[in-house]
Structures are given as C-alpha cells and as structure tokens.
C-alpha cells in the first residue's frame, strides 16, 4: 500500500501512467477502430487534417490515414520497447552480476566486455546491425537490446558488490550456503529497485531508438512505425507539416509518460534517494 | 611525471579498442547475408563478376578465416578502410572529406549542451522546488523525451520555413562563393540550427544530472564546514558545491559522448550537413557497407577521443586522481 | 559566574510535523562562562546537538527555533538576519565536527581551506592570509606544516584532518568554540591527543568550549561543567565532579552505571582444551596493481599465534587498522590467509575446500557490527535464524522449534520470529544477531565489534546478554573490540594487536594493570577517564 502512497505522491509519475495505459490501449484497440489497417489509400493525398471528415489528422504522400498509421504505430513502439527491454536485462543482469559478485578476473573480464560496449557509440552500432542483418522486427529488436545492455550491467555490478558487502551475506556464508543460492537468494532480491526504475527509462530508450532507425529507413517494411512516418515525410516537410508534427508528438507523449513513471518508481521504491535526478 | 603514465595507459587502451572494433567489423561482414565479397562491393558491385574476383584476392577471402581475419585488421591497421564502390573512391578519402563538418557540428553541440545544461542545472538547483525550478525540469524532461530528428524538423518549419531567420539546409550558401569573414558568418549560420537541435537533448541530459549532483552535494558535510565558516551562500555554492557536483557530470559527458556521435547521424540527414553522419545515411540507401564499416568504425574512434579529453579533463578537477596514479 | 559569555534563555526547537516528538529542544537554559568546558551529554536522539546547530544558524531543513534567546554579546543571535549570522560564524562562534573524514572539501587545498575563514570575513591580504594559516597549522601541532597547507584532505590522516579542522576554527579567534562528537570518529590515542589540543588551546586563548558527547570518559578528561540530555530536556546539571560522583536524576544513574566502570575482573579459570589455536597466521592486502603501476602491500594479520580455551571470552583489542578484524574473518574464513593454521575442533578451517568449508561453516559463528546491515531486510526473523541449520541438514520443524526457543532466551519473545528486521531496533537486532549465531551450535562465536554501534544503556543491555548466555551455555567467545572499558568487562584474557602483529596477550588484570608492551601502555592511557582498577569480586 505505501508503495502506491508515495508513488501516487508523485503527480508527475501518476500523469504519466494514465498517458502510457492510453497508449497501451490504443495500441490493443487499433484493429477495432481502424479495421482495414495502416497502408490501404484512403483519400487523395496530402489532406490537411480536418480537411475530409474521418480524417482528423489528414492523409499523407500516398493518401494513407495519417490517424491509422499512428494508432498501428503505438504497437510498435511498445511491442519493440519492452522486448527489447526485457532482452538487454537478460544480458545485463546475469553478467553485471556474476561480476560484482564473484569479482576478480570474471569482474575485470566483464567489465572491460562492457567498457567496450559503452565505448562503440551505440547508435552507429544499432544502425550497422540492422543494415547488416537486414531491417526486420527481430534484428531491430536485438539490434537494441544489444546496444542497451552494458548500462544495466554495470548497475546490476554496482549493487551487487554493495549488497554483497552488507553483513546479512556474510552471515549467509557463515550459514554454509551455497555461493549460487546466497547471490540469487540474498543478494539479487536487494538489487530488484534500481532495476525496476532503469528497465523503465530503459523502454523509454528503446523506444526512440526505433523510432530513429525507422525515421532513417531501417524500420521492418512491412510494419507501419511513428520514425518511418516521419522519415517518409521529411522531404515535404515545407508542404505538409502535419504528416512529421503528430507521430512526433506520439513518440514525445510517450516517452515522457515512461520517464515520468521511472521518476515514481524511483521516489517509490527508493525512498532514500527520492529527489535525485536519474539520467 | 604523474600525467603521463595514464596518458600512456590510456592510448594503448584505445588502440586495444579499435583493434576489437576492427574484428567486429570483420565478423559484421560476415555475419551479413550472402557473399562476403558481394558484401563488400555493395549493390554497384553486385553485377560485376570481375570486380568481385578482385575484392575475394584482396581480402583473401578464398584464404582461411583466420588469414582473412588477419588481412583485414591489417587492413584496418594501415588506415586501408576498402574501396567504396557506389561512391567511386577510397572510404578512408570520403571520411577525411566530411570529417571536418562533423568535428565542427559535434564539437558546438556538445559546447553548447555542457554550457547550457551546467548552467541551468546550477540555476534550478538554487530554486529547488520553486516555479522556475519546476519550469527548468520541466523543460528539461521534454527535451529529454522528444527524438533528436524530430526537434531537427519541427526547427527547420519554424525557424527556417515559417520565420525564414536561418537556414535550414547544407553546410554554405551554394553559388555564393563568400571568402573570409564572410564565408565563416555564412557557415556559422548554417550551423545554429543543427548544433542547437543536436544539443538540446544532451542539454537536457547535463541539466538534470548537474541539478541532481548539485543537490546532493549540498547536503555533504564539507558543506556544513563552509557554513560555518561563515562563507557567503554564493561563495559556498561556487567553490564548494560546484567543483564537486561538477565530477560525475564530467563523468556523464563522457560517457555519453558516443551518444551524441550516433545522434549526429540523424541531425546531418535532417539537414543535409555534409559530415560523415550523412555519408553514413546515403550508404545506407546504396548498401555500400564498406563505408558504412568505415564511419562506424571512425566514429567510434572519435569517441575515444572524447574519453581521453574527459578523462584529463576529471583528473584537472580532481586531485585524488592527479596525486594517487 | 557573573558574566557569561553566552547565556541561553528558555530555548525550544520545533521540529517538523510527523517527527517522533514535537521539539528537538524542550524550555532548555543555560549559561556558558569565558574560558569554561561545557559538556552536553546524552545518547541518539536526546537532542544535544541542535542547541549547537542553532546557535550557529545551521539548523537542518524543516526544524526551527521555537522560542527562547540565546543571548551573546548583548545580542539575541537566534533572531538576527542570515547576514548577521554569517558574520558570526567562523568569527566569534566556530564549530568542528564529528566526521573529520567528509569535513573537509576534497578538492581543495589545506590551506586554502583555513585562508578562507579570513577571506570570508574580509581580513587581511591574500599573502597575509596564507602566512597566518601557516601559522595555525604550526599551532595545532601538524607535522611539516609548509607540505600540509598544499595537500589536499585525502592526503591526511583522520586526526590530522581533525586538527585542521580546529586550525580553521581558530583562525579568527573565536570566544566560543562548538565541538559536535569531535573524537568519536577518531581511534581512542588520536582522541587523547585531540583532547589535550583542546585543553591547551583553550588555556592559551582563554576561550569556552561547548564540547558535545555520548561518552562519560571524555566527559571526565575535559569537562568543566555537564549538562544531561534526554529526549530534548536537560535532566541534570553541575560540575563535572558533582554529576559524575553524586548524580541526582535516575536517568543519569542509569547511563553512569551502564558505562563499563574500569574497574577490571581478577582472572577466571580457564580450561586447557583449546577451541580454537591459531598457528603462525598470515595474511598480505595488496592493493593498487595494475597495468604500469606498482601495488601496495598491507600485512594485516603477521604472523600471530593464539588459543582460546573452551568457555573462555579472549577480548581482541586494537585501533582501526590494526587487523583485529582481519583476523576474526580469517578464523570463519570470509577472508582466506596466506598461510598458517586455524585449528577448530580438530580441523584446519584455512586448509578446507570451498565443500568441505561450506559444511565445516557451523564450528565458528559470528556476530556482526552494524545491526541495520546485519539482517536481510526482505526476509523474517525465523529465515535468519532457520537457513542455517537447514543448509547442514537439522529437520525443518526441529530448526523452527530452536528458532522460537532462542528468541526467548535472546529476550525478545518466541512471537518475533515471524517479523521483519525493520520493525526491531537496533539493541533488539543485535539480540537476532545473537540468536542467529547460537542456531548454528557452534564451537565458537566471533563478535566483531558487537555492541560499537549500540548507545551505551543499550550496549550495557548486550553485554548482560552475553555474559548471561556465556555462563549458561559455556561459550568460548572471540571478542573484538576498541573499546578497551568494554573489553575489560567481559573478556577472560585480553590479546593486544598492532599493525597486524600480537603485541600482547595476557589475563585480562595484567594486561590492564601491569602492563608490559609499550603501545599496550599508550593505548591504557589514552582511554579517557582511564582509572583502573581491580574489581572488588570476579563474577565472571
């Protein structure tokens, strides 16, 4: 209960969470309002919004509903968000936390791994990666996962070397626990916060990435996207600004709502260092 | 004595870095589908059985993988980035041509992020919890939401189409041929847009990260010690909390100097600026995955670049690093 | 008495809403007169720090001075401007505090720190400045004074930070000093010197000290007159001799008589089979290392042989630094030595594989500092006490009925084992600690530190606990400690360690009354309020 008192505390967060559940159910409802899916042509193109009744937010170069597009959009973001969210932390944790907790040569091995990582600019690595394996949901997925998971890495390593030094782990040894049951058992259960609020702004992440790789052509073809709208408007940008200004609005809207939701999270789970900026 | 033993430390380390980078392009170009030599010739080689037979001698791809491995790095080593094929000239000449509009892009960029974000980091966390702080975060949160292609566009309409103060495109006036003085005020417009739409994230990022440092710091004993002294508020703030909230900022910066690299390749395709991001772009369209390999590979050396600068610039600021190495 | 330099008048300090009591400082007065030593007394909590923070307008956010002057100079300076406050500070009133290690700004010079007092009072020439802080360093006694104003506060030791700290405060003369727990931090022989530093300067300036503290002993070395405090009201005052031999408030009483008194046990018997013989143990820290640099080398443990008898409590006392706690984890292993042998029950702890440790673990039990990190803040009471003797094999229900039955004998109800560590406080976790050890049947229990951490009505609390438990249940007790007064009342024999080497061992009344090591000697006199002396009857 208190979780929720402090989170709910947070007004901010508590906007940010209505913003994301209506994302989230625009996204699940979009085959009911807009059966016929993104890409048919609906009108002549480049409608102003409100031009044509049905319309609200005009069609674009090739007289697709500019509405449609966005609302198949939001799935995307979020599909493509929390996947690859979820796989960056399967690389992060178990390696951030085999280093701090076993340390030595494992640590320095998987720290310089990740150094490395973090030193390679990681958009230019997405942006190869998809080019190379050819754009597709699943290589722009991994592609993000894979240039998001060093951060998460050295969190998990961070707070596992703290946790470890506590002396309720020292007791667990005492107690003759395995090393494998005192790291999953007592340890990892301690550093569950911070992951918490870093897999949130994580998604947030992950999805301008995708949105930036699909505005330079690299989404999956087949799949309507807020970058590919916009990337496929750049060029009449003077004529019809309407088709680059909304998707972009969408990606704001929704990245804002996640990173609000992380800063609750944070004054939620982390009581003792609520108020400090998390970038 | 004491800076250069690091100094030294740290060049092998990026020399080790780039050798890794090098075998990750390799392993990149073979993990693409098809044939590597078809590959490395992008879609203009793709007909041209001869040219392919040569890119297969010169790479050793008929050879071992270990040999080809080697061959490439030794490549790579000699600054031999491959022959782009679309472009018609060697990859390393097309990066060295567009380095220099990405260094200047980057380089204000990041002047004007870390400038901007520090100052009004500090100017927030003197009005914790009042009206302008609450404006400043605010702002701050935006930025930090909004896609750096999408702030680049939603700039050029209004700055550029609707108030027509600045131009939105290229790098100069084309065909107007300024010389001197008057050709650096014609750049340094071209340059407004990009490297405001560039920092404005990066902004936000510092911003928040030196009002939450800034925050923290305050409440540090040493802090207390200066107000007991009886040192004026402004006094304490600038001496005492600034130099230290200013360490993981520097840190910050560092680390997201690679981040800013990537996201230039976005602002210069926005704008047309004729850096290596843009080149990056069109080999994209044309698949010449050389070039591609080329400019990830030199960004990334850029990067490299930036962590040592930041490094030194930590250890000006911190003497437990400058005495203890 | 006919005229103070300070004079506080009915003082009160709100504290904000939702706080555990509503003032921090409830109707306080008292007067402070030139050149005294006044020393505030109390335990956590009691508020005897925020008189101090009000005075010099560094009272923390949210709390505030409710009513009441403070009146210096003629002047009531809890109601002038921020501007009349900041001219105060530093000039007339100075303070210095607990933490020597984070007072002090990291990233500037010495020198600079002290030249600043004068800069923010606009005194003398910047040239001027840096010679008179020379002059100050000289004066607090700092070793090679022209290096220390350009070093930087990593570059010094605790006391020496601790003496530039007084530098700083001294710089404009100040006629009140505030020192807030300026010892505690601080190992017992660098307290000792701080304490003399403290008295002489106060004897040359003729200035008076506000000096505040938990510790009687400190109180007896330096005080001129006491104040106690508790729960934000002065329950006692006098002359330090008044209140130290004649108290007349219970409260008093009862701190005075939880202070471990000095007075030291004649030894007990002690059985010859051993439980525990340390042979020839050693154990090297090499930090630093790396690529280009060279690393540096820490003997912590050098070499030191020692038994512990069964039923015996062996007091292991050293400064921080000394090994002492090296040497304790080396014993259950949490740190492995280079070589040498830890005979327990028959076994060699240091020569088992990470297998065999893990069942060999239950032999030897430990019982830890800090009691808010000594439990797992996500698990209860009975998973602490239960994970154990489970891990080597003791059938559920049997481990769960042990489990109620030590919080019993722990004292704190059979109930406690389904609750979470957050709702027990820090005496009663450091009983869970207890528990938890004594669940695994061990040979022998290693408490580092135990009671450190604990205010001393609480710490007298667990050391009944333990001597109780010890002569029920015959335990043989390695006990590691700095605190030599609590040393004294539990320990059979006492061992002395000096950068990791064993400079001593011995009963614990020749070791205490007789004894024969130099730095053993230094250490007995560093204790503040020392006095020595043979208890009347050994109890234990």
């Excluded at chain 1, 209960?1 to 409802?29: E, H, P, Q, T, Y």
């Excluded at chain 2, 001698?57 to 491959?82: E, K, R, S």
């Excluded at chain 3, 030791?157 to 601790?162: E, K, N, P």
């Excluded at chain 3, 100040?174 to 010197?193: F, G, K, R, S, Y």
Aim: proline letters at 5%; glycine letters at 8%.
């Amino acid at each position: 209960m208190s979780f929720w008192k402090r989170f709910a505390r947070n007004r901010g967060a508590v906007f940010g969470l209505v913003l994301l559940l209506a994302v989230i159910i625009i996204a699940l409802i979009a085959p009911m309002i807009y059966p016929r899916g993104p890409w048919p042509m609906v009108q002549r193109p480049f409608l102003a919004p409100y031009a044509v009744d049905g319309l609200p937010l005009g069609t674009d170069t090739l007289g697709r509903n500019v509405a449609a597009g966005l609302v198949y959009g939001a799935q995307v973001s979020l599909l493509v968000g929390l996947i690859s969210t979820v796989m960056a932390l399967l690389i992060g944790v178990p390696l951030g936390a085999v280093a701090g907790f076993y340390g030595g040569w494992l640590d320095e091995g998987a720290m310089r791994f990740t150094e490395f990582f973090q030193t390679i600019p990681n958009f230019a690595l997405a942006i190869v990666l998809v080019a190379i394996l050819e754009p597709s949901l699943t290589s722009i997925t991994l592609s993000i996962a894979i240039v998001s998971w060093p951060p998460v890495a050295r969190l998990v390593r961070a707070e596992v070397m703290s946790v470890s030094k506590r002396e309720y782990v020292d007791a667990a040894r005492l107690a003759g626990l395995s090393n494998l049951r005192i790291l999953v058992g007592q340890v990892l259960p301690n550093t569950v916060s911070p992951i918490i609020v870093m897999a949130s702004l994580m998604v947030a992440t992950a999805i301008l990435l995708e949105s930036s790789l699909s505005f330079l052509g690299l989404g999956d073809p087949n799949i309507m996207s807020w970058g590919y709208q916009i990337g496929a408007a750049r060029t009449v940008i003077r004529s019809a600004w309407w088709l680059s200004f909304f998707p972009g609005l969408a990606i704001v809207l929704t990245v804002l709502a996640l990173n609000l939701i992380g800063e609750g999270l944070n004054d939620a789970l982390n009581p003792h260092l609520s108020r400090k900026g998390r970038t | 004595m004491t800076i250069v033993g690091p100094v030294l430390g740290r060049l092998f380390k990026a020399v080790l870095t780039l050798l890794a980078i090098a075998i990750l392009n390799f392993f990149l170009i073979h993990a693409a589908p098809g044939d590597p030599a078809a590959v490395l010739a992008g879609e203009a080689g793709a007909a041209d059985e001869q040219m392919i037979a040569d890119l297969r001698a010169q790479f050793g791809l008929d050879q071992p993988f270990y040999i080809q491995l080697g061959t490439y790095v030794g490549n790579v080593l000699t600054l031999d980035l491959g022959y782009s094929f679309r472009q018609g000239a060697p990859v390393l000449d097309l990066i060295l041509d567009r380095l220099p509009a990405t260094l200047i892009l980057t380089l204000t960029a990041f002047g004007i992020s870390l400038t901007l974000g520090i100052m009004l980091g500090v100017a927030a966390s003197a009005r914790v919890g009042k009206p302008a702080d609450s404006l400043l975060t605010g702002f701050a949160l935006i930025f930090y939401a909004t896609p750096l292609y999408w702030a680049a566009l939603m700039a050029v309409l209004v700055f550029s189409v609707q108030l027509g103060w600045l131009p939105g495109f290229g790098y100069e006036t084309v065909g107007a041929d300024y010389t001197g003085l008057q050709r650096v005020g014609d750049i340094l417009s071209h340059l407004v847009l990009p490297a405001l739409t560039l920092g404005l994230f990066f902004m936000a990022v510092y911003m928040r990260m030196t009002r939450a440092s800034m925050l923290e710091v305050a409440q540090q004993d040493f802090v207390k010690t200066a107000r007991a002294k009886g040192l004026s508020p402004s006094v304490i703030r600038r001496r005492h909390i600034l130099r230290n909230a200013l360490l993981p900022v520097v840190t910050l910066a560092g680390l997201q100097a690679g981040q800013l690299i990537g996201g230039a390749v976005l602002t210069e395709t926005v704008f047309a600026w004729p850096g290596i991001g843009r080149l990056m772009f069109e080999s994209l369209a044309a698949r010449d995955y050389n070039t591609i390999l080329g400019v990830f590979l030199v960004s990334a050396a850029m990067v490299i670049l930036f962590n040592i600068v930041t490094d030194i610039v930590y250890g000006l600021i911190d003497p437990r690093i400058r005495h203890t190495a | 008495m006919t005229n103070p330099v300070l004079s506080i008048e009915h003082l009160s300090i709100k504290l904000p809403d939702g706080a555990d009591r509503q003032f921090a400082v409830d109707d306080c007065s008292y007067t402070l007169d030139k050149g005294e030593i006044l020393c505030v007394v109390g335990e956590s909590g009691s508020g005897k720090s925020m008189t101090a923070n009000a005075l010099m307008g560094l009272l923390p956010e949210g709390v505030s001075v409710g009513a009441g002057r403070a009146v210096f100079e003629g002047k009531n300076i809890l109601r002038q401007t921020e501007a009349e406050s900041q001219d105060l500070r530093g000039a007339k009133i100075a303070m210095i505090f607990q933490e020597p290690m984070t007072a002090l700004n990291p990233l500037m010079r010495i020198g600079d720190q002290i030249s600043e007092v004068f800069e923010a009072h606009k005194r003398h020439t910047p040239s001027e400045r840096r010679k008179r802080a020379l002059d100050l360093v000289r004066e607090v006694d700092l070793p090679d004074p022209e290096k220390i104003i350009r070093a930087y506060p990593f570059q010094l030791s605790g006391g020496q930070r601790q003496r530039a700290m007084i530098a700083m405060a001294l710089a404009l003369e100040p006629q009140i000093l505030i020192a807030d727990e300026p010892t505690t931090a601080l190992d017992v022989t660098t307290q000792a010197q701080i304490l003399k530093l403290i008295l002489d300067l106060r004897k040359k300036r003729d200035m008076a000290v506000i000096f505040i503290t938990h510790d009687f002993g400190v109180v007896a070395e330096i005080a001129d007159k006491v104040l106690v405090m508790r729960y934000g009201k002065i329950v006692e005052r006098g002359t330090t001799d008044a209140v130290l031999k004649t108290p007349q408030h219970d409260y008093t009483k009862h701190l005075l008589a939880a202070i471990p008194s000095g007075l030291v046990p004649q030894n007990a018997e002690v059985q010859n089979s051993p439980a525990l013989e340390i042979k020839a143990l050693n154990k090297v820290f090499r930090t630093g290392g790396g690529f280009m640099k060279p690393h540096r080398e820490v003997r912590a443990i050098d070499n030191i042989s020692l038994s512990i008898a069964k039923g015996e409590v062996l007091g292991l006392v050293g400064e921080s630094g000394s090994g002492k706690s090296t040497l304790g984890r080396a014993v259950v292993r949490l740190v492995t030595p280079d070589s040498g042998q830890i005979l327990v029950g028959g076994s060699d702890m240091a020569a088992l594989s990470e297998t065999e440790l893990r069942r060999a673990r239950y032999k030897v039990q430990m019982v830890f500092q800090d009691p808010y990190a000594s439990l797992n803040p996500r698990h209860k009471i009975l998973r602490a006490l239960t994970d154990g003797p489970i891990a080597k094999a003791v059938p559920k229900e049997q481990a769960r009925a042990r489990a109620h039955e030590l919080m019993e004998i722990v004292g704190l109800g059979a109930d406690a084992v389904d609750r979470f560590p957050h709702e027990f406080s820090g005496g009663q976790r450091q009983r869970i600690g207890i528990a938890r050890a004594l669940a695994m049947d061990p040979d022998l229990i290693i408490a580092d530190e135990a009671v450190s951490a604990l205010d001393v009505s609480i710490q007298a609390q667990v050391l009944d606990l333990l001597r109780d438990l010890r002569s029920k249940l015959n335990l043989s007790i390695l006990f590691i400690t700095h605190d030599l007064r609590v040393a004294a009342q539990l320990c059979d024999r006492i061992a002395v360690m000096q950068k990791g080497k064993l400079v001593e061992i011995g009963p614990v009344s020749d070791v205490f009354l007789n004894p024969q090591d130099d730095y053993t000697k230094r250490l007995l006199a560093a204790v503040p309020g020392g006095g020595w002396g043979l208890a009347e009857a050994a109890l234990t």
